[in-house]
């Protein structure tokens, strides 16, 4: 089945620390993005790509940095400038910019 | 500027009955509105959308959503809420000037008693 693969399900940073959130899909979409869920607050735009080698910043995107180097792939690394990383990050795709997403099941990244 | 507001943060309702999510937006230019539904520690599930056409769509789950462009809204509904719909509930614009991007509503969450 097609579909979106976020891994690991559950991350925890340390002080200081780089992580990588994995998120791959094999729907043959375009483009892909990031988003943080906080309680409450809904989704936030982290970062988008509607191309391989081309990003744009959304919302949030101070503390975090994206790839896009193969169509199927979009790592999003939460960099230790993000003073406040706790949260649920959900990857998504779609077809084109004005289509329903498709999303993973996430990631909960949470400090130590 | 795109924004979405979704005025409720938690609806409940008997099983059985009709129920309402509601959902206002705000953007220049003709809009794309999306609902999607999300479950405990899930991603979120696209349930329906409207582009153009007819004021009202169906979706998944035998869930609705009517678009009114005077009153700026998009209600999702649904004939007879079941326990197994108590989820949180997210409203999404697009408009149709290529190049921007989803907003989304801080979300309802919905409950349905049995």
């Known amino acids: 089945d097609g579909g979106i693969t976020q891994s690991p399900k559950y991350l925890f940073r340390k002080e200081g620390q780089n992580v990588t959130l994995s998120c791959e899909q094999n729907?043959?979409?375009?483009?892909m993005y990031w988003y943080r869920q906080d309680p409450g607050q809904g989704l936030r735009l982290i970062y988008y790509?509607?191309?391989?080698?081309?990003?744009q910043k959304g919302d949030i995107a101070e503390g975090y940095s994206v790839s896009r180097e193969k169509k199927e792939s979009f790592p999003l690394t939460v960099t230790s400038a993000q003073k406040n990383p706790t949260a649920f990050y959900l990857c998504a795709s779609s077809s084109s910019i004005n289509q329903p997403q498709h999303f993973g099941d996430g990631t909960r990244l949470s400090i130590l | 500027a795109q924004s979405v507001a979704q005025p409720e943060d938690q609806v409940n309702v008997a099983e059985g009955n009709p129920l309402t999510v509601k959902c206002t937006y705000s953007v220049s230019g003709n809009p794309y509105l999306f609902w999607y539904v999300q479950y405990p520690n899930r991603g979120l599930q696209f349930l329906l959308k409207?582009?153009?056409?007819?004021?009202l769509v169906k979706g998944s789950y035998g869930f609705e959503a009517e678009f009114n462009k005077s009153q700026t809204s998009f209600h999702l509904k649904k004939p007879s809420a079941l326990v197994s719909d108590s989820a949180l509930y997210f409203c999404?614009?697009?408009?149709?000037?290529?190049?921007?991007?989803?907003?989304f509503g801080p979300g309802t969450r919905l409950s349905v008693l049995p």
């Open positions: 729907l043959n979409h375009d483009a």
């Open positions: 999404a614009v697009i408009h149709d000037n290529y190049g921007q991007n989803f907003v």
């Open positions: 409207y582009i153009t056409g007819d004021n």
């Open positions: 790509s509607q191309i391989v080698n081309d990003f």
